[in-house]
């Protein structure tokens, strides 16, 4: 229950700093939300599939 309600606090506090980012500065936080987040999304995807692939294509022999 401890680690649950630590979790909401740290959530809750994260959402207070994003917000007050957002409202002072709008362009910043745009580019964040809009470019910053999916560019970031997408390198985790990419990162994830070259570590769950090379060591596939090196167990099965294609490399």
Same mark, same amino acid.
């Given at each position: $229950?401890?680690?649950? &309600? /630590?979790?909401? &606090? ?5 959402? =207070? &700093? ?5 409202? &002072?500065? !709008?362009? =910043?936080?745009? #580019?964040?939300?809009?470019?910053? $987040? !999916?560019?970031?999304?997408?390198? @985790?995807? @990419?990162? /994830? ?5 090379? !060591? $596939?294509?090196? #167990?099965?022999?294609? #490399?």
């Amino acid at each position: $229950m401890r680690i649950i &309600k /630590s979790i909401r &606090k740290f959530e809750y506090e994260f959402d =207070l &700093k994003a917000e007050r980012f957002l409202w &002072k500065h !709008p362009f =910043l936080g745009f #580019l964040a939300i809009f470019v910053g $987040m !999916p560019v970031f999304v997408l390198v @985790c995807v @990419c990162i /994830s599939t070259v570590v769950i692939a090379f !060591p $596939m294509a090196w #167990l099965f022999g294609l #490399l």
